[in-house]
């Protein structure tokens, strides 16, 4: 009997549309992605992070099986518990007959209904990102505490990207044996391969800005906003005047004026940007030390890939068939 795998997502991004086509690939794996957005996110896509309409360089929805639910909302969007509103989402999903069910986020209206309706009916995963690292005490967070703990009893299994990800699912009364690694990935091939060529365009790149070729070059790319704190990176250039370092920031957000106008100015002081400066001038004047780091972080990111997130959901889904 084939594992049937329904997904639930909001709207296709890059992250997440390789995975599901390496899912679908496994042997005796059938998948379909059941995006709840509705297909009006292909002509609007304004991301709110990046603050401004976005366009992928890969293709998003290829090598897999998938619908687009229609989406009553009067506000359709994922910013908002009922901005995801599919009338439809339950019985789409039965007329699927899976076996497994992945659910992508819980505080829309939809994808709560899914957990509620299949709990206790076919194993549930989950993934979300979630940390504890912004909680303020308060009587707000004792109840989102509660809350949190009533939803997660409606899931069987959560991939967890890393550490604080983890103690977050601990907190709300996961057990150690329902969390599977599955860091955040990207697809590392398609940047590292062919390797040549990359360090030719990387070569004419830094050429382009000005920089020297033995000068280290450090690269933020991401959405500029206040959860990522990238002003710390000019607290950092600060520490670092004069030394053989650039640093490079590509993206866009709302702390993108303050990054521009603030001239690398101390804008968002953290702990310890010592340390880290005296580490990156220690690397600009190592060159044994940076080229052993490089082998290092090649090898280290090999677990932060599709491949590495695939095996870990498939052997658990195995172990449940087993069982």
Same mark, same amino acid.
């Given at each position: 009997?084939?594992?049937?795998?329904? #997904?639930?997502?909001?709207?296709?991004?890059?992250?997440?549309?390789? +995975?599901?086509?390496?899912?679908?690939?496994?042997?005796?794996?059938?998948?379909?992605?059941?995006?709840?957005?509705?297909? !009006?996110?292909?002509?609007?896509?304004?991301?709110?992070?990046?603050?401004?309409?976005?366009?992928?360089?890969?293709?998003?929805?290829?090598?897999?099986?998938?619908?687009?639910?229609?989406?009553?909302?009067? !506000?359709?969007?994922?910013?908002?518990?009922?901005? #995801?509103?599919?009338?439809?989402?339950? !019985?789409?999903?039965?007329?699927?007959?899976?076996?497994?069910?992945?659910?992508?986020?819980?505080?829309?209206?939809?994808?709560?209904?899914? +957990?509620?309706?299949?709990?206790?009916?076919?194993?549930?995963?989950?993934?979300?990102?979630?940390?504890?690292?912004?909680?303020?005490?308060?009587?707000?967070? #004792?109840?989102?505490?509660?809350?949190?703990?009533?939803?997660?009893?409606?899931?069987?299994?959560?991939?967890?990207?890393?550490?604080?990800?983890?103690?977050?699912?601990?907190?709300?009364?996961?057990?150690?044996?329902?969390?599977?690694?599955?860091?955040?990935?990207?697809?590392?091939?398609?940047?590292?391969?062919? $390797?040549?060529?990359?360090?030719?365009?990387?070569? $004419?790149?830094?050429? !382009? @800005?000005?920089?020297?070729?033995?000068?280290?070059?450090?690269?933020?790319?991401?959405?500029?906003?206040?959860?990522?704190?990238?002003?710390?990176? +000019?607290?950092?250039?600060?520490?670092?005047?004069?030394?053989?370092?650039?640093?490079?920031?590509?993206?866009?957000?709302?702390? $993108?004026?303050? +990054?521009?106008?603030?001239?690398?100015?101390?804008?968002?002081?953290?702990?310890?940007?010592?340390?880290?400066? $005296?580490?990156?001038?220690? @690397?600009?004047?190592?060159?044994?030390?940076?080229?052993?780091?490089?082998?290092?972080?090649?090898?280290?990111?090999?677990?932060?890939?599709?491949?590495?997130?695939?095996?870990?959901?498939?052997?658990?889904?195995?172990?449940?068939?087993?069982?």
């Amino acid at each position: 009997m084939s594992t049937r795998i329904a #997904i639930v997502t909001t709207h296709p991004i890059q992250y997440n549309a390789p +995975l599901f086509k390496l899912l679908a690939q496994q042997e005796g794996v059938a998948v379909k992605v059941f995006y709840t957005w509705g297909k !009006s996110v292909l002509e609007n896509k304004f991301d709110p992070g990046f603050g401004k309409k976005v366009t992928w360089d890969i293709p998003l929805l290829e090598g897999y099986e998938y619908e687009f639910l229609e989406n009553v909302a009067a !506000s359709p969007g994922s910013n908002h518990h009922r901005g #995801i509103d599919n009338p439809a989402i339950i !019985s789409r999903i039965l007329d699927y007959q899976p076996t497994i069910l992945l659910i992508f986020g819980w505080n829309f209206k939809s994808h709560l209904k899914c +957990l509620r309706y299949f709990k206790n009916k076919i194993p549930i995963f989950f993934r979300g990102d979630s940390t504890l690292l912004n909680e303020k005490p308060g009587l707000k967070t #004792i109840i989102r505490r509660l809350l949190l703990r009533w939803v997660y009893r409606h899931i069987d299994y959560a991939l967890y990207a890393g550490q604080n990800n983890r103690l977050y699912f601990l907190k709300h009364g996961l057990r150690d044996n329902q969390l599977i690694f599955a860091p955040h990935a990207v697809d590392v091939n398609r940047f590292m391969q062919p $390797a040549e060529e990359y360090n030719q365009k990387a070569a $004419a790149w830094k050429t !382009s @800005l000005g920089i020297k070729q033995d000068e280290i070059t450090l690269l933020y790319a991401g959405k500029l906003e206040p959860v990522k704190n990238p002003l710390y990176l +000019l607290q950092l250039a600060d520490e670092l005047k004069g030394w053989p370092v650039k640093l490079i920031i590509v993206g866009n957000g709302p702390t $993108a004026p303050d +990054l521009i106008n603030k001239n690398n100015g101390i804008i968002f002081p953290l702990p310890d940007t010592r340390t880290c400066a $005296a580490f990156i001038k220690e @690397l600009a004047t190592d060159s044994n030390k940076l080229a052993e780091m490089k082998k290092a972080a090649v090898a280290l990111i090999q677990d932060f890939s599709f491949n590495h997130i695939i095996r870990a959901f498939i052997n658990k889904v195995n172990e449940i068939k087993r069982d």
